[in-house]
């Protein structure tokens, strides 16, 4: 069988419909969008097209919309922009690195943090937040579903109680995996019109690696990052990268009408129905957040008595592609940030692993899978000293 691929939340790969957009902007339209020739002003168009695309998708003006590098430089963007020194930042323990380095950077620039904690199941208090809001808050920074274990925050209370409780403070969500599992409706009147910046990346909805979006409520002033020409209403100076552009855009087209369809429901079937088939095989295994809200592609489970860091690879060698968390902090010997802030002990945290479906991913794989993972486990297990010390003790 072909390799199966179940790491979509470290990346997706590139669907045929977004290659074929971006195709001609490589080869025969490759001109600069600042040009005022036809060549310029073709890819001018396009870009102009993508960012509505992009705005369609989250129900947003496209002048609200920034194109930036990915999912790190539009946090970066969000925190550093909107942040000075005597200010508050009020984030989670359980972000993505791209804001939790960002935040102790501004941290060493006089920039006080507050790092609220999370439920065992992964999930932030709106009473916590409410509490630690200041006179001094500048900026709310929670992300909308976690990279590791899915697990989907409330974004439209915390955006609510956040304005109602400060004149000041901005809220902003790093929704990199949230964008094309969960509609996004930033309009005025949406369930999201709480919400002042909002992270993407492209890379995430079957785009390419390399371009993302900010997303910046016109009523926000945003201090660039970088200085230069007067690109993207003078908030990201830089010579556009068409043909990443085109591509979020197509795929953006393609997420809203995937969206719009069975589309989620049909993955979240697919994602129960492996939970669901290892739990039945498999003993001393269990759902990291599993009672939380969740997006419909992302289970993590912790198998008991065995590394993650030798199932992924043991995994691997059978042509299943899975994580042991983040892919950004692939190789860390610590384990994961987010399942110690949710409680786990850290030989759990570690016999943890990610499975992360896309809407490419078909039953067949799946079927495949459950027949993969329990004789791994089991072969790991038998290596393991302590799997033998409680096979003994129950003896």
């Known amino acids: 069988m072909r390799p199966i691929y179940m790491d979509a939340n470290a990346t997706t790969p590139l669907l045929p419909e977004v290659f074929e957009a971006m195709r001609p902007f490589w080869i025969e339209h490759f001109g600069n969008a600042s040009s005022i020739h036809q060549q310029g002003q073709y890819a001018r168009a396009a870009v102009d097209h993508a960012r509505e695309s992009v705005a369609k998708l989250l129900h947003c003006r496209a002048s609200e919309i920034v194109f930036t590098s990915g999912g790190t ?9 909107t942040l000075s020194e005597g200010s508050h930042l009020i984030t989670t323990s359980i972000e993505h690195h791209a804001v939790l380095h960002a935040a102790e950077s501004l941290a060493a620039r006089n920039i006080e943090v507050t790092f609220l904690p999370c439920t065992p199941q992964g999930l932030i208090e709106p009473a ?3 509490a630690a809001l200041r006179p001094n808050t500048k900026l709310v920074s929670i992300m909308y579903a976690n990279n590791e274990t ?17 004149e000041a403070a901005l809220f902003h969500t790093d929704a990199v995996q949230a964008a094309g599992k969960l509609p996004l409706d930033l ?3 949406g369930p999201l019109k709480d919400v002042d ?51 979020l855009g197509k795929a953006a087209e393609l997420a809203q009408a995937w969206l719009a369809t069975d589309g989620p429901a049909h993955l979240a079937a697919l ?18 957040g599993e009672s939380a809200p969740r997006v419909a592609n992302t289970t993590n489970l912790y198998f008991d008595h065995v590394e993650a860091e030798a199932l992924v690879i043991a995994l691997d060698l059978k042509g299943l592609s899975v994580s ?34 896309s ?25 393991s000293p302590t799997w033998h010390n409680t096979a003994a003790a129950v003896a």
Do not use: W, Y
């Open 324 to 357: 042991g968390g983040s892919a950004c902090q692939s190789g860390a010997t610590e384990p994961s940030h987010v399942l110690t802030a949710m409680g786990l002990s850290p030989a759990r945290a570690r016999a943890s692993i990610r499975f992360s479906l």
């Open 150 to 166: 899915g697990v989907v925050q409330r974004i439209a209370e915390l955006a609510r109680i956040t304005h109602a409780n400060s």
């Open 359 to 383: 809407k490419l991913t078909t039953e067949e794989e799946v079927d495949e899978a459950l027949k993969l993972i329990p004789t791994a486990v089991a072969r790991l297990r038998d290596l």
């Open 128 to 130: 916590a937040l409410e």
């Open 73 to 81: 430089e539009s946090d970066n963007l969000a925190l550093f922009g």
């Open 197 to 247: 910046l909002l992270s993407i990346s492209g890379h995430k909805i079957h785009a390419p690696k390399g371009i993302g979006v900010l997303f910046v409520r016109r009523s926000v002033r945003l201090a660039p990052m970088m200085h230069g020409g007067t690109h993207e209403r003078q908030r990201r100076a830089g010579t556009e990268n068409v043909t990443g552009v085109v591509g």
């Open 187 to 189: 309009s005025p009147r």
């Open 271 to 288: 994602r129960d129905r492996l939970e669901q088939g290892i739990l039945a095989q498999v003993e001393e295994c269990g759902i990291n």
